[in-house]
């Protein structure tokens, strides 16, 4: 039974699952400006119809560099439709590190969430 209804049980406030995803796509990607992350974003089923606000996926960023998993570069050659230079993110040694660490955080995470759905499948 799946109940619609507007409530952290529909998994969408899951933004903290966006760093990990950036550094993969940075990793498996090479540098990109924050909109081709934008896109690569956009083509995860779990962001096919609603892709994350490009505003806070910039701060995202911001916050991601100054916490040194990102370095970033403007590249002048390079412009966006507006004439302006692009922002070239790149994933830091830091960045892999941490990648490391969520694939270990995620992997005990999928084991409990197992244990959790079986216990929640007997309860109801």
Known sequence: M???MDCPCQGKNLDKLLQPLILCILLQG??????????EIGKIPRFADKVPDATGVYRYLKKM??????????ELEDLDDAGKPKRIFSITPE?????ANWAQALSDYESYIHQLIEMIHHSI
Do not use: P, V
């Open 95 to 99: 960045g892999k590190g941490c990648l």
């Open 65 to 74: 560099e100054s916490s040194g998993l990102l370095t970033s570069k403007w």
């Open 2 to 4: 799946y109940i619609d």
């Open 30 to 39: 090479g540098d990109m400006h924050g909109f081709a992350i934008l896109k």
